[in-house]
């Protein structure tokens, strides 16, 4: 026991050794909130609090759940299967299975990850001929998310005007559907959960008696609905209910945009009467200089809870800034320097490259993947939401559960088996005529297209007798050579890599099916085996991304700034410090905007142990449009001192308030003459001594100003506004004359 407490700074020991209590950690990052939730864990059970059925421990990723596991498991030999511990959404995937029949759900239930939402509520539209320009399928997802994610069902939802009702309909019209395919989304998991729980008052009794203690880890980041969730499980902190014990940061609060509260640490505050609320501010994890950096940027948002880090650690080495050409310029420097890290000794795995969006990750994997540098994409481009993958899966589901309309739209005539548009229209037409699901209409259907069809769910029939009682590996392999996916990407000139993925979810079978069914409790309803399809199923759609690379292997880590929240890694890039992509260009409409995406940089820098990059780019090349951007604010925050900088730093000019308007793409239509003169993006030489915003005159188009430019050398091009008469046009440098005129 000792040893547990062994490493603890006073009110670390102070905050792992509370009584049972409400308790509430407030502290900063890497000050050891979570190790502090993890040793209370073991603290709680090791004095005989607790049994390990007593606890439920909530993350926010999976990633972080498996950590905690890991880390448990490391302070003392305890069975952590016992434990609930999980995600949100994981924890309420299993607590549905648990009472499927309470919830009003079949057990082999499916989830819809948001690509299959999308793709759901835009097959809803076709079927109900609303026009979709009229009511966009992403607009209605997220209408629809944000709804249940604040505990509204379509009745409970107030709609004043008639497109408003007209959406509340399409979310009624929605959740019908979901329930006829047995299907559940992300949202639906945890509003689910939450209605049985306070329905059911057997049930809720039931875990409320079992769980003594709750710990939340990121607390700050929990929704209303979490929130609400938790507060029945523990029965809003009356005499008797289990203790909740949360941790958290406000200045790591990055999901307001998903519906996150802050004010849940004050209300948690006030309705558990917390009398013990901790601070730590002593840093851990970084060198000072990093830290300093990350105190300095966040010191410039104004709704703080206020506090201060410390580390005594040194100073450390400066923080790394890089300014590149283009993104592949700068995707090709961040390779390089991470090989000759590698061959410093640095473990690939103690290597992470973040980013503010998910599309940046291409250009980096493109990199690293012709260098050879083994890599591994935690969320986004992730390897259960890959087109290969997601069929094999497709053809798994319907074995599973035929009714799943959207596992049959995928795959019906993939690999192509002559079912076209037009059978597929007429089958939808008989399943709404007689209110079936398409699998089981389809025997309604006479002719050509029935007997195509026809043949689509015999193949289905026979897959299922075929794997009846195959081990779920073998399931899966035999599914990808029945289906005529292995043939069909064998066939393909570029399918080498998708076959590879496919073999990978044979792996990522194999792996799961050691690693199912060990953990189930005496007191919850025994799962039966032929379901292990279906918990894998569950599996892929909730853990997407954890099995694209070998486990095994040391894998350089990608990720978006958002997923590598609670992590930490000994060198950090940060790359496309740009205006308009960190801080991102929506943020400036969003009240609190730029404050949360100064938290999401504080989070971002924080992760760094020793040593963190910070780059940006000229021109990047994002959903196929060339931007050219002003660096970042966030650049500019950071006290000069602390940052060494790898390329001769340029001047940054700051003449536009607004992040979007700072940038503007040559391909764009709307692209209107920026009113002041934009900023010298490009350098100069690169454009034979012009630059963006110069005027110019031409022999054949006359009199223009510069207003962008790409490429270099031979390749370097601009884009020129002329007069009336003859436009806006790009221009090869080499071939155009362009004579400077004086302004
Ligand atoms: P974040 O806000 O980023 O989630 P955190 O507050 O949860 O950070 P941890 O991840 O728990 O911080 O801890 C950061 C690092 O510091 C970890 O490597 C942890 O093991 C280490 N650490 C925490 N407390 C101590 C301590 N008392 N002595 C030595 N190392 C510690
Ligand atoms: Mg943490």
Not at 27 to 38: C, E, F, I, P, Q
Not at 74 to 96: D, E, K, S, V
Request: hydrophobic fraction near 40%; charge should be negative; charged fraction near 25%.
């Amino acid at each position: 026991m000792s040893q547990l407490l062994d490493n603890l700074n006073p009110e670390q020991l102070a905050a792992v050794t509370l009584p049972p209590q409400h308790a509430l950690i407030l502290a900063g990052a890497g000050s050891g909130k979570t190790r502090v939730l993890t040793t209370r864990i073991a603290w709680l059970i090791q004095s005989g609090f607790c049994s390990p059925q007593g606890i439920l421990a909530v993350t926010f990723t999976n990633k972080a759940a498996k950590e905690m596991v890991t880390r448990l498991s490391a302070m003392f030999p305890i069975n952590t299967r016992g434990m609930w511990i999980g995600t949100f959404h994981g924890l309420c995937n299993r607590f549905l299975r648990a009472h499927h029949r309470d919830a009003g759900l079949p057990q082999l239930f499916q989830i819809l990850d948001s690509g299959d939402q999308l793709a759901s509520i835009k097959r809803l539209l076709k079927t109900l001929n609303v026009d979709d320009e009229k009511f966009p399928p992403r607009e209605l997802q997220h209408f629809i998310n944000g709804k249940k994610e604040a505990g509204l069902r379509p009745a409970a939802v107030e709609a004043w005007d008639d497109f408003t009702k007209r959406r509340v309909e399409l979310y009624a019209e929605y959740e019908a559907q979901c329930q006829r395919e047995a299907v559940v989304d992300f949202p639906e998991l945890l509003l689910r959960s939450y209605e049985l729980l306070q329905r059911n008052e057997p049930i809720r009794r039931h875990y409320q008696a079992r769980f003594r203690h709750i710990l939340v880890d990121e607390f700050q980041d929990t929704n209303v609905l979490q929130y609400r969730w938790l507060s029945l499980l523990a029965d809003g902190g009356h005499e008797g209910g289990a203790s909740l014990f949360c941790v958290g940061d406000d200045d790591q609060s990055i999901y307001g945009f998903r519906g996150a509260e802050i004010g849940n640490m004050r209300d948690f505050e006030r309705e558990y009467k917390v009398s013990s609320v901790i601070r730590l501010e002593q840093n851990y994890r970084s060198h000072g200089n990093i830290l300093d950096a990350a105190n300095a940027l966040i010191a410039n948002n104004s709704k703080r809870l206020g506090k201060s880090l410390w580390t005594d650690r040194g100073a450390g080495e400066p923080i790394r800034v890089y300014e590149a050409f283009t993104d592949t310029d700068e995707a090709r420097w961040i390779v390089e320097e991470i090989q000759s890290l590698v061959r410093e000794g640095t473990s690939r795995a103690n290597i992470a490259l973040l980013y503010r969006s998910n599309a940046q990750s291409r250009v980096l994997e493109h990199q690293l993947f012709s260098s050879g540098v083994a890599y591994r994409v935690y969320g986004g481009l992730r390897f259960f939401e890959r087109q290969e993958v997601k069929h094999a899966l497709a053809y798994l589901r319907l074995i599973n559960n035929p009714d799943d309309d959207t596992a049959f739209n995928r795959v019906v005539n993939f690999p192509t088996r002559g079912i076209g548009a037009r059978s597929i229209e007429a089958l939808v037409d008989a399943s709404r005529v007689f209110n079936t699901p398409l699998y089981q209409t389809v025997p309604h259907l006479s002719g050509k297209p029935g007997t195509a069809l026809a043949q689509f769910v015999m193949l289905i029939e026979r897959l299922r007798k075929e794997t009846a009682s195959l081990p779920l590996y073998e399931v899966v392999a035999h599914v990808i050579e029945v289906s005529g996916l292995r043939a069909h990407y064998q066939a393909e000139k570029e399918g080498q890599e998708r076959l590879e993925n496919l073999d990978e979810l044979i792996n990522a079978a194999v792996n799961f099916s050691t690693e199912a069914g060990a953990g189930q409790l005496p007191d919850e309803p025994v799962v039966e085996m032929n379901s292990v399809l279906a918990e894998f199923l569950a599996h892929a759609s909730l853990e997407a991304g954890d099995h694209q690379a070998d486990p095994g292997m040391e894998a350089v880590q990608l990720m978006t700034v958002h997923a590598a929240k609670g992590l930490e890694f000994d060198v950090v890039f940060l790359s496309g410090l740009e205006e308009g992509l960190f801080p991102h260009e929506n943020s400036a409409q969003a009240e609190d905007g730029l404050e949360e995406e100064r938290r999401l940089m504080y989070v971002a820098v924080t992760r760094a142990r020793h040593r963190l990059y910070l780059s940006f780019t000229q021109s990047r090349m994002l959903h196929g449009q060339v931007r050219y951007n002003l660096r970042s604010r966030f650049l500019e925050e950071i006290p000069e001192g602390l940052t060494k900088w790898l390329t001769p730093p340029s001047p940054r000019r700051s003449f536009v308030s607004e992040p979007s308007a700072r940038y503007f793409s040559p391909n764009s239509s709307k692209q209107a003459m920026p009113s002041m003169p934009p900023p010298p993006l490009l350098r100069s030489r690169d454009l034979g001594g012009l630059s963006i915003g110069q005027n110019v005159t031409h022999a054949r188009f006359g009199d223009g100003v510069i207003v962008a430019a790409e490429g270099s050398g031979n390749d370097a091009r601009v884009q020129v506004k002329f007069g009336a008469d003859a436009g806006t046009k790009w221009l090869m440098l080499a071939v155009a004359k362009l004579t400077p005129v004086s302004g």
